[in-house]
């Protein structure tokens, strides 16, 4: 494959979340940056301000694990493909992407992400009368006997073969499960990882049947 890079003998790399699949930053390589990135394992950047070879995480300790790196049609651009080990920018932010500059009005955005980060937000910084402040101020007790509810609500309205009520429970369901999640330290990255373990096991259960 041939690479193409610029006048300056950069090519811009968009570094995204294996797991999320949210962007997290975008950065340049050069050849050298790039060659030492693919024999790491590690994202290795060309820093344009400093002029240097950039390892990320030398110095906060918040490395990427590269999973993928894949060019683009016209081979001038890469999507890497990483596991963080922590925020991917330097305000301690997840993303470096959280100024949001337009937003259509007949959409509102919605993700997984975004409700986890607010669930997050209200432990780390309580607000007055948040029903999810209101619960992680009770503790784990409260926390579990309402996902101990919801449950039971979903297999009700399940039982019943009521769709629209079965989807309704389950975001409640899902809204607490989370709630228990951020207070155990649990991330959405980690029942991810463990999904993909099964997946993995269960195809090569499979491929063994097979044979």
Not at 36 to 59: A, D, N, V
Not at 164 to 179: P, Q
Request: glycine share 6%; with cysteine.
């Amino acid at each position: 494959m041939n690479l193409k890079f610029d006048e300056r003998g950069l090519i811009p790399a968009i570094v995204q979340d294996y797991y999320s699949k949210q962007v997290l930053t975008v950065a340049y390589m050069n050849e050298q940056s790039l060659a030492i990135t693919m024999e790491e394992g590690y994202t290795c950047f060309w820093s344009r301000s400093r002029q240097e070879l950039w390892r990320k995480g030398e110095t906060s300790g918040n490395r990427q694990k590269v999973v993928t790196i894949t060019a683009d049609c016209d081979q001038d651009a890469l999507v890497v493909e990483v596991i963080k080990d922590g925020p991917a920018c330097h305000t301690g932010a997840e993303s470096c992407f959280f100024e949001r500059v337009f937003t259509a009005e007949d959409e509102t955005p919605f993700s997984y992400e975004g409700l986890y980060n607010m669930i997050k937000g209200r432990k780390l910084r309580p607000r007055e009368k948040s029903y999810t402040s209101y619960l992680f101020d009770k503790g784990m007790d409260k926390i579990l006997k309402k996902v101990g509810e919801e449950s039971t609500e979903v297999i009700i309205a399940g039982a019943k073969n009521d769709k629209e009520e079965t989807i309704y429970e389950i975001a409640d369901l899902a809204y607490h499960v989370m709630v228990m999640m951020v207070e155990q330290g649990i991330e959405l990255k980690d029942v991810t990882a463990e999904l993909a373990k099964r997946h993995v096991v269960d195809h090569k259960v499979k491929q063994e049947r097979m044979k």
